[in-house]
């Protein structure tokens, strides 16, 4: 199977992926070839577009073959039998990361702009190259991918050696190929016009993409990087708001996270597909967390959540709108420690994993209805929940999520997880409550 160009093969590879039509899909083209052929997988699933940004390491006097990959979010992956059989130094291959993350921030600020990535959190994303020869800038990307949060990650590529399912590593959930010849030797000889791909293409292919998905999916919703003022500090956030939406969930993380949380972002993803906003920001500064103290400091952390409270009902774009709470692990307490403040009127709180009884008397006093998820894996947190929903006199469920462990890690629990959550807010978060 040949193709003659990158064009038809994503069209090819388009249709090849029609099933996945009309699910919550994000396509990710690799830059710079992969993004050509992306952009009528778009097209054929009309879907968002975005790219994925990776750079090969190529091996420092044949940088055709790559010993590695490096991708945004921190994501490395070495190739180690290519490193043994090169004979590359560490001082080399250190010399070529250096040179290739230069050329990475570059390209993120020309290809996006101002604008932010597209969210993949709690999304089918679809990874999409023009082929794998190697795999690492494959296995990069799908890496990123999981990362930030995405619910599955389809790699989808027009041509592949026979064996690059074994070369990926497990780090995609489905791969989808056309051709896998035994005869295979480097991704160009499968197309007719394999011509390089510059930056102005990459460009226009965002933008022509982002104009066909605005057209058919209506207006924008807020998605964008915000500074909540709590007390004196100011705290990094995220603050999406779906169009018509019904209400908004502020989220308390866990020790030793932040607002990047895959998990959190994961159930966000699923909050959004409801109509319902949310807020996932730093409840501690970089500073503050280097105090073991403050990352258990209950109460510490429930102030930081009302601050956020009222900084976000003050925001236009959630003006009138219900709000509720979500926290993981230590986040959880101090949600319920928050919901207990007369100022604070949230409409619902779901708890993850949590330890509601580090809440302590203030359990007592929360008035608004609450959901208790546990992992039925995590006995001895299970018992704390129980143990905490014994002292609550508010509306309130605890939901044994089978065969989870803490970390709701297991294949399939934290989709429950999400599940959950949403059908307690949307049930709870109606204008009332406001």
Not at 341 to 346: I, V
């Amino acid at each position: 199977m040949h193709f003659r160009n990158r064009l038809e093969a994503g069209r090819r590879l388009g249709e090849r992926l029609e099933y996945l039509r009309g699910q919550d899909v994000v396509v990710l083209g690799l830059p710079r070839g992969g993004v050509p052929v992306a952009a009528e997988v778009a097209a054929a699933l009309d879907a968002p577009l975005d790219v994925c940004l990776v750079r090969k390491l190529g091996v420092p006097y044949q940088p055709e073959l790559g010993m590695g990959a490096i991708g945004e979010d921190g994501v490395r992956v070495i190739n180690q039998e290519v490193l043994r059989g090169t004979g590359v130094s560490d001082a080399d291959l250190a010399g070529v990361e250096e040179r290739e993350l230069r050329v990475l921030h570059d390209r993120a600020a020309r290809y996006r702009g101002a604008a932010p990535a597209v969210s993949v959190a709690g999304r089918t994303a679809v990874v999409v190259d023009d082929g794998v020869a190697t795999g690492s800038t494959a296995r990069a990307a799908c890496r990123i991918a999981r990362a930030r949060g995405a619910a599955r990650i389809v790699l989808a590529v027009p041509v592949a050696p026979r064996d690059f399912a074994r070369r990926l590593g497990g780090d995609a959930d489905e791969l989808v190929c056309l051709h896998t010849p035994w005869d295979f030797a480097a991704v160009g000889q499968f197309y007719a016009d394999f011509a390089q791909v510059d930056d102005e293409e990459v460009t226009a292919c965002l933008r022509r993409a982002a104009s066909r998905h605005r057209h058919t999916a209506g207006a924008a919703s807020t998605d964008r990087e915000v500074t909540v003022t709590a007390g004196t500090v100011r705290l990094g956030g995220r603050l999406t708001v779906p169009d018509g939406a019904t209400g908004v969930v502020a989220f308390a993380h866990g020790s030793g996270s932040s607002r990047h949380s895959p998990r959190n972002r994961f159930v966000a993803g699923g909050l959004h597909r409801a109509g319902l906003g949310t807020l996932l920001f730093d409840l501690l500064t970089d500073a503050e967390e280097a105090d073991r103290g403050n990352v258990f400091d209950i109460a510490l952390l429930a102030g930081r959540l009302l601050d956020a409270t009222r900084w976000l009902r003050e925001e236009p774009d959630v003006e009138g709108l219900a709000v509720g709470f979500f926290g993981a692990s230590t986040g959880a307490a101090a949600a319920l420690w928050a919901a207990a403040d007369p100022d604070a009127r949230p409409a619902a709180v779901v708890s993850r994993g949590g330890r509601p009884d580090l809440a302590g008397a203030r359990l007592a006093a929360v008035t608004a209805p609450t959901l208790l998820v546990v992992g039925g894996a995590d006995p001895l947190v299970l018992d704390l929940n129980r143990e905490a929903q014994a002292r609550l006199r508010c509306e309130n469920r605890l939901a044994v999520v089978p065969g989870a462990t803490h970390l709701f890690e297991e294949p399939g629990t934290l989709e429950q997880v999400t599940e959950l959550a949403r059908d307690w807010f949307t049930d709870h978060m109606a204008p009332a409550h406001v």
